[in-house]
């Protein structure tokens, strides 16, 4: 069973920085794709940023481009999520999820960064996210 855990969430303010985390219990991340999606109570499940674990193709939605940054420590098997200039519409339930590039993709777990398909295979149980103003 894949078990992804998150860390790294918290409270700032705006124009601030955090950086998740994102780690595997019992599996190596190898060739996939990682994605960072965030979720709010008011908003259905969005997509944040993607990265291909084995190379280095990177996927960003535009309203947190220049923003922040997704990046991996092959080493210690984790993804991360550089979060800078942090706005309050930032706020919200950040998941890390195993993807798969999926053309064509319909269903829930499916999402578009950057105009490229992905289908979701695993999700972490997330990490909150909070920027006041």
């Known amino acids: 069973q894949v078990q992804l855990v998150e860390s790294g969430g918290g409270s700032v303010q705006a124009g601030g920085s955090l950086r998740l985390s994102c780690g595997a219990s019992?599996?190596?991340?190898?060739?996939?794709?990682v994605g960072w999606f965030r979720q709010t109570p008011e908003k259905k499940r969005e997509a944040v940023a993607a990265?291909?674990?084995?190379?280095?193709?990177?996927f960003y939605i535009d309203s947190v481009k220049g923003r922040f940054t997704i990046s991996q420590d092959n080493a210690k098997n984790t993804v991360y999520l550089q979060m800078d200039s942090l706005e309050p519409e930032d706020s919200a339930m950040y998941y890390c999820?195993?993807?798969?590039?999926?053309?064509?993709?319909?269903?829930?777990?499916?999402?578009?960064?950057?105009?490229?398909?992905?289908?979701?295979?695993?999700w972490g149980q997330g990490t909150q996210v909070t920027v006041s103003s």
């Open positions: 019992g599996y190596t991340f190898g060739n996939d794709y």
């Open positions: 999820a195993i993807i798969a590039r999926n053309l064509g993709c319909t269903g829930g777990d499916c999402f578009k960064i950057d105009q490229t398909w992905f289908r979701v295979k695993y």
């Open positions: 990265k291909n674990f084995g190379g280095i193709s990177t």
